[in-house]
Structure formats: structure tokens, C-alpha cells
């Protein structure tokens, strides 16, 4: 994927600015960067939620994109188990209950977000992006809710389910980053920029 030239400005506020990067295809890639910078408005342009004034981002057509924001966006009308079938084919209430198995939290299916702890929610939004699949998973500071042994389990979920995927992991949390990467882009601003770049050996 190739980000090329990316400029974006919201009312005064120049937040990409002849921004590129170019990241592989798969792996897990941090942007690692202080909160306000512009990490999460890089995300949402490769969402697609966002679009850049100018510029081009190359490598994203036909790719599946899945989300993980750092608040877990559940419908608080809806159970656990409903939350996770919306993104999936109607009738698909086993596989629904599968990825709540995968989380540990199967059984709160029939609870209400409000009923569940910040932590459990959190893991609830990540059986959704699961559940959901993809080629390209965007990781908005999704591991601020867990603890280590919490975030440490849903990243190697993440990884052994959709090995071939590629993860884009925001966090200002550097042992995080650390941790979890194969590849950490160091980034200041706004406008967003990158300042270093670190290879990461993973256990």
C-alpha cells in the first residue's frame, strides 16, 4: 500500500500535508505517535471515512477493511451476540457465537454492552472486526480498555486468524508498540510526519 502526497485541512488546521508512507502487504505496523497528530485521521483516510483534499493512496482497491476504534461502538440496544451478526450474513448466529468463544466471552452473549465491563466490551468490538474478516485491519488505540495478558491474547488472535492480513496498530503506548510490531513508524505533528522508523524483533 502506498500513501502518495496526502493533504487534508480542517478549517485552520493542517493535518496531512504531502503525507506519504509506504507499508507491506502484510504484518503488523504501529503508528506510534503523540494523541492529536493525526494518527487517527490517517486511519479513517484509508477507511475510506475520511477523504484527503489531494493526493493518492495506492493498493486499497478490492481490499476488505476492518476497524477497531478506541471506543467500542457496540449498540447499546442490541445483545452481545446481536452486535456481532450485523456484520455478518443473516443467519449466521453460530459463527456469531463462535468469535465470542474465540474472546472468552461467550457466555455473555444474551447481556447488553451496558452490562459488561469496559475490557469486555473492548473484546466484543474485536470479535466484530473479526467476525467481519479482512485484508487490512485498522487498530485505533484498540488495547487501552485490556490489560497485558488481555492484549496480548487478542493481538495473536488477530494474527493466527488472518495471518496474510495487514494490521495497522495506532497507539502513543511505546512498550505497546513494541510488543506488538513488526515495524514501528515514530510520527510528530500536526502535519503529520514521520521522524524514525524501527524494525521490531517479535517473540
Not at 87 to 101: C, D, F, H, N
Request: proline fraction near 4%; charge should be negative; charged fraction near 20%.
Amino acid at each position: 500500500m502506498k500513501l502518495e502526497q496526502l493533504n487534508l485541512r480542517f478549517s485552520e488546521r493542517t493535518v496531512l500535508k504531502d503525507f506519504s508512507l509506504e507499508l507491506p502487504d502484510t504484518g503488523t505496523v504501529c503508528l506510534f505517535g503523540p494523541s492529536g497528530c493525526g494518527k487517527t485521521t490517517l486511519l479513517n483516510c484509508i477507511a475510506g471515512t475520511q477523504k484527503p483534499e489531494s493526493g493518492s493512496m495506492l493498493g486499497l482497491s478490492g481490499k476488505k477493511i476492518s476497524y477497531v476504534f478506541q471506543e467500542s461502538r457496540l449498540l447499546p440496544w442490541s445483545t452481545v451476540q446481536e452486535n456481532i451478526e450485523l456484520v455478518l450474513p443473516a443467519g449466521s448466529e453460530k459463527t456469531a457465537r463462535e468469535w465470542l468463544s474465540a474472546v472468552g466471552l461467550l457466555s455473555y452473549a444474551g447481556q447488553y454492552p451496558r452490562e459488561l465491563s469496559g475490557g469486555q466490551r473492548q473484546r466484543v468490538s474485536f470479535a466484530r472486526a473479526l467476525a467481519f474478516g479482512g485484508d487490512v485491519f485498522l487498530l485505533d488505540e484498540p488495547f487501552h480498555a485490556l490489560d497485558y495478558a488481555a492484549s496480548q491474547e487478542m493481538a495473536e488472535l488477530l494474527k493466527q486468524s488472518f495471518s496474510n492480513a495487514l494490521n495497522i496498530l495506532v497507539t502513543h503506548n511505546q512498550e505497546e508498540a513494541e510488543r506488538l510490531s513488526d515495524i514501528i513508524y515514530f510520527l510528530e505533528g500536526p502535519p503529520l510526519r514521520v521522524v524514525g522508523v524501527q524494525k521490531c524483533s517479535l517473540q
